[in-house]
T-cell receptor, first 115, second 115 residues
Framework: AQKITQTQPGMFVQEKEAVTLDCTYD???????LFWYKQPSSGEMIFLIY??????QNATEGRYSLNFQKARKSANLVISASQLGDSAMYFC????????????FGKGTRLSVIA | SAVISQKPSRDICQRGTSLTIQCQVD?????MFWYRQQPGQSLTLIAT?????????ESGFVIDKFPISRPNLTFSTLTVSNMSPEDSSIYLC????????????FGPGTRLTVL
């Protein structure tokens, strides 16, 4: 079984600053993937970034990067140069890479960007 | 990326009635996943739908309450039966991108309110 823990219910960040959203996970699988999603108030789930357990480099997608520390079982999301439009709920999720397995989600972190 | 549409986008229903939610994908996918997001909560997997076989339900969800159809590789429906106010949630369908299994996408969601 997999478990995702997001310990920050809410975070505030000043516009143009960087922010780190924490995510730790637990799994007995050797091969797995870690995901981050953004959910604005509209309710849609927007895929941001993916990190495979065997990837040696940290994933990056534009202003998003994933700080992957496998030994610590952490997969923190870093958002650089925050924008007001980044205000949303952010969910960390994972799944085993054993084929068509579902995502397991953390409780989420609400990020508020302040002008 | 896979493009997913859901109908209806939102609905307000009376208790005791049923609502069928449709999910359409623009490409053929093996598995489709149905999630529920109760107000202020994270996403919880309801069931996994494989074309040509019965859906696999997670603990706490039963076929009589949430019947699922999967008639082909691009379409699925989820019915919320005999609704009560506790069923008020966002219901989302999700698929792995068939061109890149490192990505998993969600439909825009169906926001259901039961009075």
């Amino acid at each position: 079984a997999q478990k995702i823990t997001q310990t920050q219910p809410g975070m505030f960040v000043q516009e143009k600053e960087a922010v780190t959203l924490d995510c730790t996970y637990d799994t007995s699988d050797q091969s797995y993937g870690l995901f981050w999603y953004k959910q604005p108030s509209s309710g849609e789930m927007i895929f941001l970034i993916y990190q495979g357990s065997y990837d040696e480099q940290n994933a990056t997608e534009g202003r998003y990067s994933l700080n992957f520390q496998k030994a610590r079982k952490s997969a923190n999301l870093v958002i650089s140069a925050s924008q007001l439009g980044d205000s949303a709920m952010y969910f960390c999720a994972m799944r085993a890479n054993s084929g068509n397995t579902p995502l397991v989600f953390g409780k989420g972190t609400r990020l508020s960007v302040i002008a | 990326s896979a493009v997913i549409s859901q109908k209806p986008s939102r609905d307000i229903c009376q208790r005791g009635t049923s609502l069928t939610i449709q999910c359409q994908v623009d490409s053929q996918v093996t598995m489709m996943f149905w999630y529920r997001q109760q107000p202020g909560q994270s996403l919880t997997l309801i069931a996994t739908a494989n074309q040509g076989s019965e859906a696999t339900y997670e603990s706490g969800f039963v076929i009589d309450k949430f019947p699922i159809s999967r008639p082909n590789l691009t379409f699925s429906t989820l019915t919320v039966s005999n609704m009560s106010p506790e069923d008020s949630s966002i219901y989302l369908c999700s698929v792995e991108d068939p061109r890149d299994t490192n990505e998993q996408f969600f439909g825009p969601g169906t926001r259901l309110t039961v009075l």
